[in-house]
């Protein structure tokens, strides 16, 4: 029997029937099908872009794209997506000017409006951002990816009083996983609640919940019940906090309870404001047994007299700003020149397997494979001089005990480490280093060796 | 009647040896009758009628194939006169039809290590002193294998054991404890039974030419030179004492003389050399700045290698082998295992990694110049360990597998036990001293075995030599090893080991917490005080000045690095490659990858 082939409109709506659906595969094998027999039709192609740009091949989506573009497709969206894969692609003038002509060739579309503003983050063109959402906003009051970026915004201005009000659009951004299962229980206001338990919910990583746990005893001195839903792995740093009644990380074992909250919800309850960040001094701290062992393999594995110094050069990979927070191993190459040094890698896996292609001078130890939870990477810390370390949970952990690191940004921060310093409010046994340019991440580890020698 | 002669070479029908039911042999007391025939065989033999001593054997074995008298007079038969691959046929037969035959049992480790298959030449050879342990030929055996097989220390004892046995010792074994003695570095206990032996037998060229090789090793040209005078005086149509006066040319710096003497030879055996003389050739060449002729003459000599060993790198056994270990050390079984703990009550390991030719001879003798440690050179323990790990371990599995066992209540401190096993037979070597806090060991391609090592020495430091990779294949190349499955047979199998060892060793770092230092042998030998002192910091012990003249070190290497380590320092042989880069581009595609993670480029000559 002959196979009887649909025609190109209907194959394309396939095709783009299970890009929508999340069928990247399918719909890149009909896409390509079509443009075998049509190779310059723009929609195709545009698609095809589109469906590259998810598989994670930003280069060829790029250059689909443009081909698209200069075969007359759909432009606004065009130049829309395209801003995003150059700004994935760090090729940040170009997504300026494709966001720019994005938003010139459909002033009423906010998305267009949000994917400029974010490129515009990366750049710290803030008062750009700022106008730029306050425009989409005006266009649709409730786009969520809009205010939270506004927030983001205001917040690494230093301006928490409306930044941690935007902040709360966090949980209605597309793709966001919700807080919890739906409950009948309120969110909680701030009030003091003394009858009933509070429930407190560790949201965003694991450096957000070390961040935040600080807040806890504020919430405790308003709801003196309070039980707190985490994951397993951070059980052992919150159970360090007093108070609590208890940790729970499966849903069903949760207890009753009178309102709920995120644990980063609690700053905006609190009113904190720079000024106002409670600094309680190290609040965390290795177990002294454990300490005690690593204390002693260490000595086994490290050169005597040499400056031990704790590296991590990735936190997790599916965080939706990893390609700028995270580096490669290869950028920390300056610090193996240094003398009478030993690296430490806390890097757990998938990145730790870089550890493979080192062959820089100082010894670096790979102990990634061996830090079983958080106590061990506490007891590793303790027994480290210097942290260097991207913003990942580990310098959260660092900063919570106290122990100095040093935290490599990215040229545009998260909020939280705010601008133009180099010490944290939250942190004080923190100094951070900036990149003085978008992912020049070489300039960066020059400033930190100049810092070592 | 199938009339098929045997491929192994007996003279026998394919029927009766290897294709031989041994259900179908006569019972030993049913041949009597034909031992008159056996005695005319004998007879033959005596009266020199070697033909017809043989056909008349033949004929008997035709008949009874399992008669042992039979066959131990074909076995000398063809132990005289060859193959050897039928002696070893004939002697295997006889052991399998009776184990308690001493002579059957030396004739086949004799041939076992003839042909330099040493772990079962060993078995063979301890089996026969198990069957007679006041039998010298025995204990001189398994001396000579122990001796070939990096394991001098144990082999002088079986030497030293004949020495006891025997009222008048021969020669022959002087000079073989003599030859041992050398290999562990003893030179004047050496020299003086050479000495001996000489005196009692003063024209047998092998110890003549094993003599000069000990002058030459201990650095004294002159008496190396008067020996191989008498060697030559002994043999005159002998190219063994050419050869090696072409060595000591070769190290007094007198290149053209070297390769003339090798014309000389060559002349003479009609342009056959041997792999030795050939790779001598194209060292020599190499000194000369003759590239292109240097390689044909390495190229000539690794296939003589081939033809006349006609062995060939053992792929999908390294393969295979990669694949085992790569599948065991994974991150998520390695935190279940337990690691051996830290024996705090002598010598601790350095392990010196790297494939051969990659350096690690010289930063041995440089390390071994410190007060605090001694060389153990190319240690065999951790492949001993290795195969001995199930037995150990007591498991039916095969290592790494058997490693599984660590998880059973009744081995669990079953690491302690390897790492044990391993440092009693490092202390049977002889080579620790009291003041020696801890011992090298540098055997090539331990690296393969990174995951054991480290659960039996976690902290043990692993200093692992890097090098240009086609500096590497070229040296490799140019020399004659047996290291890695034979990889070395032929250049484009060391390209493919190299890569498949330098995989799995980035397999063990990225899955493992290692102690481990990377060395680049272009650093050591540009700035040798520095990397000194990043060594012996890694290591923990305190920077010594004697390390920087390691060719001071009293102890000689027994690598084929040996005569580079006794000459200063030189950057003679940094990036050598660049003058053959059109006889390395067969292997560039295989190792430009490769080349690139190291951090080096594929540079043309200046």
Redesign the interface.
């Known amino acids: 029997m002959t196979a009887v082939t649909a025609p190109l409109d209907e194959r394309f709506e396939q095709a783009r029937t299970h890009e929508r659906a999340g069928r990247l595969a399918e719909a890149e094998r009909l896409l390509r099908d079509i443009l075998a027999q049509a190779p310059e039709a723009a929609e195709p192609l545009h698609l095809l872009g589109v469906v590259s740009f998810r598989q994670q091949r930003p280069v060829e989506a790029a250059a689909l794209i443009e081909r698209a573009i200069a075969r007359g497709a759909n432009l606004a969206l065009c130049h829309r997506n395209l801003c995003e894969i150059y700004r994935a692609l760090g090729r940040l003038d170009e997504a300026v000017a494709a966001g720019e002509q994005a938003v010139a060739l459909a002033p009423q579309d906010p998305d267009a409006l949000m994917n400029l503003a974010i490129v515009r983050y990366e750049r710290l063109e803030l008062d750009a951002v700022l106008d730029g959402t306050a425009r989409g906003i005006a266009l649709k009051p409730d786009h969520a990816d809009l205010l939270f970026k506004r927030g983001e915004t205001l917040l690494l201005r230093g301006d928490f009083a409306a930044g941690l009000e935007l902040y709360e659009w966090r949980y209605r951004i597309n793709g966001v996983a919700p807080l919890m299962p739906p409950t009948a229980a309120p969110a909680w206001d701030g009030a003091p609640m003394a009858d009933r338990p509070l429930l407190l919910i560790t949201d965003q990583g694991f450096g957000d919940a070390i961040q935040f746990a600080r807040y806890i005893p504020w919430a405790l001195a308003r709801c003196p019940d309070i039980v707190i839903a985490c994951s397993r792995e951070l059980q052992p740093l919150l159970s360090q906090i007093p108070g609590p009644r208890g940790l729970y990380d499966r849903w069903e074992t949760v207890p009753n309870y009178g309102a709920f909250c995120p644990l980063s919800g609690l700053p905006r309850l609190m009113g904190t404001r720079l000024e106002t960040i409670p600094s309680p001094g190290a609040y965390l701290r290795a177990e002294p047994a454990r300490r005690a062992a690593w204390a002693a393999r260490l000595a086994?594995?490290l050169?005597?007299?040499?400056r031990r110094i704790g590296i991590a050069w990735g936190g997790r990979p599916t965080h939706a700003n990893d390609r700028n927070r995270s580096t490669k191993l290869a950028s920390f190459a300056a610090l193996a020149q240094l003398p009478?040094t030993a690296l430490v890698s806390l890097q757990k896996?998938p990145r730790?397997?870089e550890?493979?292609?080192?062959?820089?001078?100082a010894?670096?130890?790979?102990?990634?494979?061996?830090l079983?939870d958080f106590d061990d990477t506490m007891a590793v810390l303790d027994s480290l001089d210097l942290l260097i370390s991207v913003d990942t949970s580990i310098v959260h952990l660092a900063g919570a005990m106290g122990r100095p690191a040093w935290v490599l940004l990215p040229y545009a921060p998260d909020w939280r480490w705010l601008l133009g310093r180099d010490d944290s409010p939250w942190y004080p046994s923190l100094r951070l280093f900036r990149q003085p340019a978008p992912r020049r991440w070489d300039l960066l580890l020059q400033e930190v060796v100049a810092a070592l020698s | 009647m199938d009339q098929r002669r045997c491929d192994c070479g007996s003279g026998l029908r394919q029927a009766r040896c290897c294709d031989l039911d041994p259900a179908s042999l006569a019972r030993p007391e049913s041949v009597d009758p034909l031992l008159p025939l056996l005695e005319a065989a004998q007879a033959a033999l005596a009266r020199g009628e070697i033909a017809e001593s043989e056909r008349r054997c033949l004929e008997l074995l035709d008949i009874a194939p399992g008669f042992g008298p039979a066959l131990t007079l074909l076995l000398a038969l063809r132990q005289a006169s060859g193959p050897p691959a039928a002696a070893e046929v004939l002697a295997r037969r006889m052991v399998r039809l009776d184990p308690n035959d001493i002579a059957a049992t030396c004739a086949l480790a004799q041939q076992l290590l003839q042909r330099r298959s040493l772990a079962e030449a060993e078995v063979h050879a301890r089996n026969a002193v198990r069957i007679a342990p006041q039998h010298a030929q025995s204990h001189n055996l398994l001396g000579m294998i122990l001796t070939e097989a990096h394991r001098a220390h144990t082999g002088e004892y079986h030497y030293r054991q004949v020495l006891a046995l025997v009222a008048e010792p021969d020669p022959t074994l002087l000079a073989n404890l003599a030859w041992n003695l050398k290999t562990q570095g003893r030179f004047a206990e050496a020299r003086s039974f050479y000495e001996r032996s000489v005196a009692a037998r003063p024209k047998v060229l092998q110890t003549l030419l094993g003599w000069a090789r000990l002058e030459e090793a201990d650095g004294d040209f002159t008496a190396a030179g008067v020996l191989l005078d008498l060697a030559e005086h002994v043999a005159p149509d002998d190219p063994a004492p050419l050869l090696a006066r072409a060595i000591l040319l070769r190290r007094q710096g007198r290149f053209d003389a070297a390769l003339a003497l090798l014309d000389r030879l060559a002349e003479r055996a009609e342009g056959q050399h041997g792999t030795d003389e050939w790779l001598e050739k194209g060292r020599l060449l190499d000194r000369l700045g003759r590239p292109a002729e240097a390689f044909a003459a390495f190229e000539a000599g690794k296939r003589r290698a081939r033809e006349t060993t006609g062995l060939a790198y053992q792929a999908a056994a390294a393969q295979a082998l990669a694949g085992r270990l790569g599948g065991f050390f994974t991150e998520a079984r390695l935190a279940t295992l337990p690691r051996a703990g830290v024996r705090g009550d002598g010598a601790q390991p350095i392990f010196i990694l790297g494939f051969p030719r990659s350096g690690t001879t010289l930063v041995e003798q440089s390390l071994s110049a410190h007060p605090r440690i001694v060389a153990g050179d190319e240690l065999p323990c951790v492949q001993d360990i290795a195969d001995l790990c199930p037995r150990l371990l007591a498991s039916p599995l095969s290592y790494p597998a058997a490693l599984a066992e660590l998880w059973m209540g009744d081995q669990h401190d079953g690491l302690d036990r390897l790492r044990d096993a391993y440092l009693h037979r490092v202390g049977q070597l002889g080579i620790l001293t009291p003041e020696a806090t801890w011992f090298t060991d540098k055997m090539p391609l331990n690296e393969t075995h990174l995951g054991l090592i480290a659960l039996m020495f976690p902290a043990a430091p692993l200093i692992h030599l890097l090098r240009h990779p086609l500096d590497v294949m070229l040296s490799v190349f140019s020399t004659h090893l047996t290291h890695g499955f034979h990889c070395a047979w032929d250049l484009e199998s060391a390209a493919r080991h190299y890569v498949l060892v330098m995989e799995l060793v980035a397999r063990y770092r990225a899955e493992m917490c290692l102690r481990y230092l990377p060395v680049r042998y272009e650093d050591v030998v540009q700035a040798q005080a520095a990397q000194l002192r990043r060594m012996l910091g890694f290591i923990g012990a305190d920077f010594d000045p004697a390390c920087l003249r390691f060719w001071e070190n009293p102890h000689p290497a027994r690598s084929a690095s040996y005569a580079q380590v006794r000459e200063p320092l030189h950057t003679r042989a940094l990036y050598r490659y660049r003058a053959y880069l059109p006889q390395l581009a067969p292997v560039i595609p295989i190792l430009a990858p490769l080349i690139e993670q190291l951090g080096y480029r594929i540079e043309a000559p200046a």
């Open positions: 086994d594995l050169p005597r007299g040499y009478k896996a730790q397997a550890i493979a292609q080192y062959f820089g001078a010894p670096l130890l790979n102990l990634g494979p061996e079983a």
